[in-house]
């Protein structure tokens, strides 16, 4: 999300967002929060590009939860409790869906997660979609068949390999095989009990579904409406572009 570029007066103001200013104070003090939590020596050194980047990355990140804070204000929408954003989560699916900073910010900020739910609000995923997606991912609501055999324990099929494999999934519960050469030598085991393979009928995961789809759905609105309100209403100032915009000395990908 690269909006447009200027050099605001005296060097205090790392951005704009709409009627809000990022001032380079704040960034410092977020940074200071970064580098001293818990996740500190992951993080690159200052004085590299890598560090640099870090710092314009989490300007974009400021950047966006001041747009999110005055669209929620707009909206009059009540961001959730203190307590709830406990429950939020990045992961690498969120971030791939939406791009790291949507996701960052989905993931830290209440007003956020209001505007998104807004967003989604009407925009219920259709039967169609839902069973379809049931259809497309049945390994998702499958539990293969799985026998418990000692001493291994619980064991599927594709989890041991060879002639062990073909004589445990060839007995009958309670059935002792063996010996039968394997790693090590040769081995004796018990099938101790057998649990069938199993998939979860449609009505039962339905709901399930049908809320995981008009979550990413919501999480794609809210992308677009990051990426077009921050075309149109923040300023960025040198040395706190997007860490893709071509034009800083220190880009290293591109969008």
Partial sequence: ????????????????????????????????????????????????????????????????????????????????????????????AGALRTGGVAAAVLAASPAARAVCQALAAGHEPAEDEVRDYYRRNLDRFTTPETRWVRPFGPVRRGEIAGPIEDAVFAARQGETVGPVEGPGGSWTLVVERIDAARREPYAAVREPIRAELAKESGERAFARWLDARHADSVVLTPGHEHPADPAQPDADHRH
């Fill in 1 to 92: 999300m690269n909006g447009p570029h200027a050099s605001l007066t005296g060097g205090t103001v790392a951005a704009t967002a709409g009627d809000r200013m990022v001032t380079v104070g704040e960034v410092d003090r977020r940074l200071r929060l970064m580098r001293g939590g818990p996740l500190a020596a992951r993080l690159p050194r200052p004085e590299t590009a890598e560090g640099r980047n870090l710092r314009r990355w989490l300007v974009q990140v400021m950047v966006a939860e001041a747009l999110a804070e005055q669209e929620a204000a707009r909206l009059g929408l009540e961001p959730e409790r203190a307590g709830a954003a406990e429950e939020a989560a990045l992961t690498l």
